[in-house]
């Protein structure tokens, strides 16, 4: 069942007549990508809806108001396509003349600023971004609620897994990429762990229940995973050492369900490919 706006909005009729909705796609005269300017922002801005320059232009064309004070605005910012970002929403003080407008930031809506991503048409509406929210209401579905930011990065497939230390660290918080830890919990595989200061190498496999993450989460724990050499690494250059200069790559993945003794026997196909045990971080 399709998911509208307002199905968790939840505005009254008086609230959606008076209120307007930006749908953001360009971002000044050369014509950026708007969501590019707003990932530039600082996270406490953006979780606060309150970018500076993202949202609330007053005017357009010739010297015509966007908004009048008292009116309610849904700022919204394109990500591709039909999708759009929910980045603030507020009610207008001031329109200055020629000028961003003054907006009074609503709580009410906050738990959804850079994190509510709807599908809409905009319609071939071409300049125009700023229209009566009464007209677009019933045509814009909920896609998802992210369990974090946006950031503008996305899962792109297994054959793509590569993830530094600090980036890792921060999908296991929940900081970025919901889609990665989700993706990482559904297959196991044979995977690479890289020292960029010495070029030494590690090579693993991911055969438990969680998968990937599961792992991967070992070392995001203990930095050393229990390994060996890794343990040894530690001891002698303390854990900011790994955070610093250790890179994650998936070499293979298979379905969870593949036998996990084949794993293994890739693993050490590729240790041996790799050379590990004698110039690397694997001990057999």
Known sequence: MELKLNDIFNLTEEEINNSKIELNMAYGSQGDSFIDHWLKQNDVDKMN?????????GWYADN????YPG???FSFSRI?????????????VDVPENDWAKVETSERFKPFFGRLIVNCNKGNKFARYTFNLS???????????????YSGDKFEGYDNVYLPF??????????????????????????????????????GSATGIGGVRQRWGDYFSSKDG?????????KKEKEGYFEKYFTFTLIEFFNKSYDPEKVKIREQYWKKCLDTINNGYNSN
């Open 49 to 57: 809806g309150t970018c500076e320059k993202c949202s609330f232009w």
């Open 166 to 203: 600090d980036k890792l660290s921060k999908i296991f918080k929940g900081e970025i990429l919901p889609s990665y830890y989700e993706a990482l919990s559904k297959v196991c595989g044979v995977y690479c762990l890289t020292d960029k200061k010495t070029g030494k190498l590690y090579i």
């Open 135 to 149: 007209s677009y209401i019933e045509k814009i579905s909920v896609k998802e609620i992210l369990s974090c930011l």
């Open 80 to 92: 591709s396509g039909d999708e759009w970002l929910f980045i603030s929403a507020g009610k207008v």
């Open 71 to 73: 009116q309610w605005v």
């Open 226 to 234: 229990g390994n060996k050499k890794l343990i040894e690494l530690k």
């Open 64 to 67: 015509r108001r966007n908004f």
